[in-house]
């Protein structure tokens, strides 16, 4: 949930409880690396404030991390199970490694399985990639 008045207050909603991106911070996670937000809307920011990036995904790049996939709008479930598994198969080199250098491409990989599938436009589109 995207707290737009002060972003660090802004949490995941989890099973057991809110996260907080404040306790993300606070985790002192050595050189964390990637995040996939999978969760509808986390690239969506403050349109009051169109020249600021306050968002989820924006939060998780502040406290850190070097490459975050967030959503620019509600996505169907599937598709975003679809969209991680194939982002994930291509991300993981043969090593059984995670190369984040590789996120965009693995994206790329990843919603171009979905043109086969008769996926509307809009959900082929949903996830973009910040950072390195």
Request: charged share 20%; proline share 4%.
């Amino acid at each position: 949930m995207s707290n737009r008045r002060q972003p660090f207050e802004s949490s995941f909603a989890m099973r057991d409880g809110p996260l907080m991106i404040t306790a993300i911070i606070r985790s002192n996670w050595q050189n964390p690396q990637f995040a996939f937000l999978s969760a509808c809307q986390t690239t969506v920011g403050d349109e009051k404030s169109p020249d600021e990036s306050n968002h989820l995904a924006a939060a998780m790049q502040f406290s850190g991390f070097c490459g975050v996939i967030g959503s620019m709008w509600s996505v169907k479930d599937e598709v975003a199970r679809e969209v991680v598994s194939g982002f994930y198969d291509t991300l993981i080199d043969d090593s059984r490694r995670l190369d984040c250098t590789r996120a965009a491409m693995a994206l790329h990989q990843a919603v171009k399985k979905l043109r086969c599938n008769d996926i509307p436009l809009e959900q082929q589109i949903v996830f973009v990639h910040l950072g390195v």
